[in-house]
Nanobody, 126 residues
Framework: QVQLVESGGGLVQAGGSLRLSCAVS????????LGWFRQAPGKEREFVAA????????IYADSVKGRFTISRDNARNPTYLQMNSLKPEDTAVYYC???????????????????WGQGTQVTVSS
């Protein structure tokens, strides 16, 4: 069973930064495609960013381009989401997701990620 654990959420003022981390339980995590999604209260879950198993393919939602950076360290396990210039509208629960079928490539669709973490709350105050 693949388990993902997010960390790094918290409360930050608008314009500030946070770095989220996601650790994957399986030793084969380095072959997984990894993604970040978020869900704000009363809204549907939305895609944030995704990274291929070797970091060669990266995609972002338009709403976070230029502000967020996804990366991974296959030697140490986690994947990271560096979030800069945070806005109140970035407030949400952020989820890490994984797909072992890395040959399918990165995707914005949550349906392509069978494994999910519990989420970490990010709150941006104005």
């Amino acid at each position: 069973q693949v388990q993902l654990v997010e960390s790094g959420g918290g409360l930050v003022q608008a314009g500030g930064s946070l770095r989220l981390s996601c650790a994957v339980s399986q030793h084969t995590f380095s072959t997984y495609t990894l993604g970040w999604f978020r869900q704000a209260p009363g809204k549907e879950r939305e895609f944030v960013a995704a990274i291929s198993w070797n970091g060669g393919d990266i995609i972002y939602a338009d709403s976070v381009k230029g502000r967020f950076t996804i990366s991974r360290d296959n030697a140490r396990n986690p994947t990271y989401l560096q979030m800069n210039s945070l806005k109140p509208e970035d407030t949400a629960v952020y989820y890490c997701a994984a797909n072992r079928e890395s040959w399918l490539g990165v995707s914005e669709s949550g349906d392509r990620y069978p494994y999910w973490g519990q989420g970490t709350q990010v709150t941006v105050s104005s």
